[in-house]
């Protein structure tokens, strides 16, 4: 059973009744297999679901895509219905806030910033952007209540900032981070991939391409791989950053780290992709 809810005050009187587990995954729908996964995992280990759709204007800067972001609303529920029926016994929330007052009832305020993490990699060039992400998934945990809240390890940095915020303001939330969906040529699927052209499409593979050549690399030998990094950055200006890190705290991987991430954005004209690789060592 799927029910939409479009107002706080809809959580509010659900949760004076409700004592059943509750799993959560905010979107900003235009959903594809990714999404599904996480909603199918918070199903699948939950008796409640919720998944939020709301394009979120705090994470977006003035000379970013909030207007063009796709939004798809008929499609997304759906899809949402059609995973539904296949758990019978199991409710669906959808949460799509009639507005902006929904969520920010005093304003577009950052109420939580991650000083150590939100500067690097995407919050060099993005320096507002997780900022706007952490004060809106706090606000959604305040509004859904859930016993576990799903990410998709495609935005590892997020899923590393979500994790150390509910560490550390003790919010009582479990974090799951869930594996990359990818198309079959190994495209990590994102809303974005709908704005390249043909030919951009066919170049977006460098990206998941460079991030394995690493990876074989790094299974031998670190400063090899970063090397190897630092070589395609030179030799192709689209890349926004490439790098070696460890998976735990993002810091620069060194020798004895056993858990690794490469992550890599890539520039396709106005699309920036994102993409990374585990290793574990
Ligand atoms: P978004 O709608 O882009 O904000 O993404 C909502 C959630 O879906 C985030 O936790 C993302 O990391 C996750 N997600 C997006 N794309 C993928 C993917 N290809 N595989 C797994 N999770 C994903």
Redesign the pocket.
Same mark, same amino acid.
């Given at each position: 059973m799927v029910k939409i809810f479009k107002t706080v005050i809809e959580f509010e009187i659900f949760h004076q009744t409700n004592n059943k587990s509750i799993g959560f995954? #905010?979107? %900003? *729908?235009?959903? +594809?297999?990714? +999404?599904i !996964?996480?909603l199918e995992k918070a199903l699948e280990q939950n008796e409640i679901a919720i998944i939020s759709i709301y394009v979120n204007p705090t994470q977006f800067a003035a000379n970013e895509d909030l207007d063009k972001y796709p939004r798809t609303w008929n499609e997304d529920l759906e899809k949402i219905t059609n995973l539904s029926n296949d758990f019978p016994n199991k409710e669906v929330i959808i949460f799509y806030p009639e507005s902006d007052a929904q969520i920010y009832p005093n304003g577009k305020d950052t109420t939580y910033t991650h000083k150590k993490l939100r500067s690097i990699l995407e919050g060099e060039v993005r320096p507002e952007h997780f900022d706007g992400v952490t004060s809106v998934v706090k606000r959604l945990f305040e509004i859904t209540r859930p016993t576990i809240a /799903?990410? *998709?390890?495609?935005?590892f940095q997020? /899923?590393i900032i979500i994790k150390d915020m509910v560490k550390e303001i003790n919010l009582p939330v479990k974090v799951v981070a %869930? #594996? $990359? $969906?990818?198309e079959s040529d190994g495209l990590? %699927?994102? !809303?974005r991939n709908r704005f390249l052209d043909h030919g951009q499409r066919q170049k977006a593979l460098i990206l998941n391409k460079s991030l394995k050549e690493i990876q074989q690399i790094l299974t031998l030998d670190l400063k090899k791989a970063r090397q190897h990094a630092n070589k395609l950055i030179i030799n192709d200006n689209n890349w926004n950053y490439l790098e070696v890190r460890n998976a735990k705290d993002l810091k620069l991987a060194s020798e004895t780290d056993q858990h690794i991430v490469i992550l890599g954005n890539y520039q396709l004209g106005n699309t920036r992709l994102l993409d990374n690789l585990e290793v574990e060592k």
């Open positions: 995954v #905010p979107t %900003m *729908g235009n959903l +594809h297999l990714g +999404h !996964s996480l /799903y990410f *998709g390890k495609k935005d997020q /899923y %869930m #594996p $990359i $969906i990818r990590a %699927m994102s !809303s």
